[in-house]
């Protein structure tokens, strides 16, 4: 079917092209390249007038391949697409893979099959789709471990410029957590624990370079606490954890913990945005709470290998602004503390430029290492 196509378009462009009489210039002389049958033919071309063919023949050659580009965006995808997400099932990441990928599979026309690639605070999936073939048949599930990784480590599996961002769908907060038993009822009672006994309490996390970790390293800089981090393989494990009482408290995103506040085994005691949340009214920000201009978020959106053909990029970053138009995933992302933020691959990429030399900013002035 795309030969048969691809012959069609090419025939109508060369149709086109016949019509379009060149104008007669002096021409040097010069080497000539063009397509003739499957063959690649070159000449060197006398001084004096061009050749009429020759000239008919590059500019068909031309419009041949612009039919080419338009058949290959019709034809992609002609199979299944992988969506690697970047950590375990459980969390924000997963969820909203599972929000994404039966739209996109409406709209692409092919199934997008989920792939979780947990480990190293999701460079293990990053690194995975990094060095996949560019041909949108391996995407990211992207997250802000895309900009937090390159400043907390000194070397990465991967070179950040071996992935593009492709859409953004949206943002959500974090928020800082403690068991329900723990008779911590703000961050004033936190930090005075924190202060009184340096280095007893424990945090858990979503892993190192996660959102979660750098807003507890953060809250620790700002408050002069040292707590101690327990990195986990996702949110599911690091919740279970506080909830078993085997840390102290947690940073995660709001929405992979919303459920659990409401059930009431853990409290919220503040969110890492400037604003409050409309989920979660009655709760502080940090920022409110104490400490001046603290403001993170956790944003998640789709990424595939660097080199993605300008048409397919472009039906994927389409197809994502449709996914952030429907009801139904607006209402879902609302329900549990997200928000929508569409943008598109250009961007996004401004957006993950800046993000980036924030976290390189903080890092290096907070001297936040990993152990």
Known sequence: MFSALLRSLTAAAAGFCVILEPCLVEAPPTLRTFALGNRWKSETMK???????????????????????????LAWPTR??????????????????????????????????????AGAGGTTGANEVARAAPDGYTLLIATPPLTIAPALYSTLPYDPAQLAPVALL???????L??????????????ARAKNAPGK??????GNGTSPHLSAELMKVASGTFITHIPYRGSAPAVSALIAGEVDLSFDNLSAVLGQIAGGRI????????????????VP???ESGMRDFDVSAWFGLAAPAGLPADVKARLEG???????????????????AEVQFMGSASMSSFMVADAARWKGLVSSGRITVV
């Open 47 to 73: 001084p004096g007038l061009t050749d009429i063919g020759v000239q008919r023949r590059v500019v068909v050659l031309a419009a041949a391949a612009a039919a080419m580009g338009q058949a290959r965006a």
């Open 80 to 117: 299944a697409i992988r969506l690697v997400v970047p950590f375990p099932p459980g969390g924000l990441n997963y969820n909203m893979a599972r929000l994404m990928a039966p739209r996109l599979q409406r709209e692409l026309g092919q199934p997008v099959v989920i792939e979780n690639k």
């Open 170 to 176: 949206g943002r959500v907060p974090n928020v800082l």
């Open 178 to 191: 403690v068991n329900s038993a723990s008779g911590i009822t703000s961050l004033a009672d936190l930090i």
């Open 201 to 206: 309490l424990s945090y858990a996390s979503a």
């Open 267 to 282: 409290k919220a005691l503040a969110v890492t945005t400037r604003k409050r949340s409309s989920v979660l009214p009655q």
């Open 285 to 287: 920000t940090l920022a």
């Open 319 to 337: 197809a994502m602004e449709k996914v952030s138009r429907d009801p139904e995933v607006t209402s879902v992302m609302e329900k549990t503390g």
